[in-house]
């Protein structure tokens, strides 16, 4: 590694802090400047002032704004998150521990899905340009994305598991078998791999096909688009006649010679559509009762539980500048003129 | 070069693009030979077909163009008889193309020696690639760059430096002609008259063909043995090099060799400047295609096309002035400006 990249990286690792902290400030405030308080939400209209008081200062909720603000910024950095407002005022790392692998396992296959399925198939109708293999698949990209997720989601449940029934309607695995399933890292793929047990594995890779096919789905038509339009321009590169020129192959130009070239757009992209995949996450998780960081993160906004929904955007943000750092270093191993 | 060996012969070549105004006759029935070991330069007005000739010959026309007519005899095979396989190993091992801009006719995510490589195993499937990088290093050191910038990528590179990776990228196949399109246009004086040297350096070392085409008459006359000199998509003028310097015979000729900037010119001598544009190649001039702009021109100029014949021996001339015609009149008309 050269000294410019690593402080090129250093730089980015420091900025991700006044990114995250921004972000973190915003949410805090925002959330007391929205009507409704979580004292009511829990407790209802009906009970008294006395007895909203009483929980209210168990819960630490009259204290100053700045105190509690600062009590929030410390649990942040001591990666503490402290605890939830409502519900059986759980911990919220547990709640999270437990939804962060849920919400991962379906947002990487996803993410694979728009990847591979959006470059391949923008590669190839760069590649036939103008032929009506090109106008199916610019269609079809436009058509998949303007059908809102849950519509998609929905659809895909009454093709396959009503009307066909071959795939489960929600969850994460069948009720039956969850009941004896040993998780240790709340990742049921890896989970059950790990204790051998391969009808836990049928059940969890058969659950995760609807919903990661769906959030995939759903962010393909870009990186169909940007992909098509990057390759066309970059086919009519200079080096891509060159090479024809010296009589390399053609699907070589395209798939290795002018794709490597098309990446960098590409990874910017991706890096920023990661952070629309947890939005969709939302949605996906929602209509596929997946118990993931999103459902939770609805739920938790309904019942005005500040203290979980800051530490759930916290733990998006920090994932989201996570991602986009893997991506700044990703840059640096696709193209050359970054890496020197 | 006392028994000169023919390499390949253009017959009739015609390429058209379609364009929304209608058929653009980039370069009609173009014919003329390259030799064994020569250098042969190309030259006209941008946008007279020259460039396109090129492409035409390793049939690189992209749609909406295309070769309407025409043989490339190439080594005594048709090359437009090819099909795609055959084509793409003719293309690189056979004749291979230098581009105007260096600093885009390389990969930028490939190193030198990636390309060498590559250019070698694409066209040799059964040499190893340490094979193949022995070669890639002789011939970097044979151009004259250190060994470690086989390294490099193509931004660390300066532009001459990279137009000898693509002369390179072509010797390492051993192509018997290689095509420079305006090769030397974008590189300053110093680095084109070093690279116009190592081109005939190259041409002496390896026996290849060059055709090098560009507006650069002067880099020309410095190189070339011969020259074509194409007008509108004809040829007008073929002959070696010191014949067409010291006696231009046709008017379009003699005008761009006045038109050249010397540095001994006078103040007030005025540059020679040709009267009229290049013409639109949607609607062609009828008969001769230089009779609207030529000082010259005759009456039958404006309604029959003049042949390229050979008028002494190995030099061909596209003009009436030099041609026989019945309805030929000696007559000179004036021509409006």
Known sequence: MSSSLRRFLITRILLTIPMVLILVTLIFFVMRVLP?????????????????????????????????????????????????????????????????????ELTIPAITITALLGILSGAFAAKNRKKPID????????????????????????????????????????????????????????????????????SAIGHLIMPSITLGLALTGVFVRLTRVNMIEMLQSDFITAG?????????????????NTFIPILTLLGLQFAILLAGAVLTETTFSWPGVGRYLVDRIELRDYTAVQATIAVFALFVAAISLLMDILYAFIDPRIRY | MEEKQLLAQIRNLSVEYKTRLGQVSAVDGVSFDIYKGEILGLVGESGCGKSTMGKALMRMIQPPGKITDGQIIFQGEDIMTYDDNQMRDFRGRKVSMIFQDPMTSLNPT???????????????????????????????????????????????????????????????????????????????VIVEAQLADQLKDIREEFGVSLLVITHNIALVAEISDRIV?????????IADVEPIFDNPLHPYTRGLLKSIPNIKLVDTEELYKMPGE??????????CRFHPRCPRAMPICKTYEPDLEEVSSGRFVKCWLYIDHPEKESETIKVEA
């Open chain 2, 229 to 237: 000199v194409m007008y509108a998509g004809h040829v007008m003028e």
């Open chain 2, 278 to 287: 290049p013409p639109n190649l949607t609607h062609p001039p009828s008969g």
């Open chain 1, 135 to 202: 106008y199916a698949i610019r269609l079809m990209s436009i058509a998949i994305y303007s059908i809102p997720i849950f519509f998609m989601g929905l659809l895909f449940q009454i093709v396959f598991s009503v009307r066909i029934p071959i795939l489960p309607l929600s969850g994460r695995m069948d009720t039956l078998l969850l009941t004896q399933f040993e998780s240790i890292t709340n990742f049921y793929v890896i989970d059950s791999i790990l204790t051998g047990n391969w009808p836990a594995l049928k």
């Open chain 2, 110 to 188: 490939q190193r030198v020696d990636e390309h060498i490589i590559e250019a070698i195993q694409v066209h040799e499937s059964q040499t190893k690639t340490e094979e193949a990088l022995t070669r890639a290093e002789k011939m970097i050191r044979k151009l004259g760059m250190q060994r470690r910038r086989m390294n490099s990528y193509p931004h660390q590179l300066s532009g001459g430096m990279r137009q000898r990776v693509m002369v390179g990228l072509g010797l390492v196949l051993n192509a018997d002609l290689i095509v420079a399109d305006e090769a030397t246009t974008s590189l300053d």
């Open chain 1, 244 to 260: 024809r020129a010296r009589g390399i192959p053609e699907r070589r130009l395209v798939y290795k010679h002018a794709l490597r």
């Open chain 1, 36 to 104: 409704g308080d979580p004292i009511r939400s829990q407790l209802g209209p009906r009970v008294s002032e006395e007895q909203a008081n009483v929980l209210r200062e168990r819960l630490g909720l009259n204290r100053p704004l700045y105190v509690q603000y600062f009590d929030f910024l410390w649990d942040m950095v001591t990666l503490d998150f402290g605890t939830a407002l409502t519900q059986g005022e759980r911990p919220i790392k547990d709640e999270l521990g437990e939804r962060l692998p849920a919400t991962i």
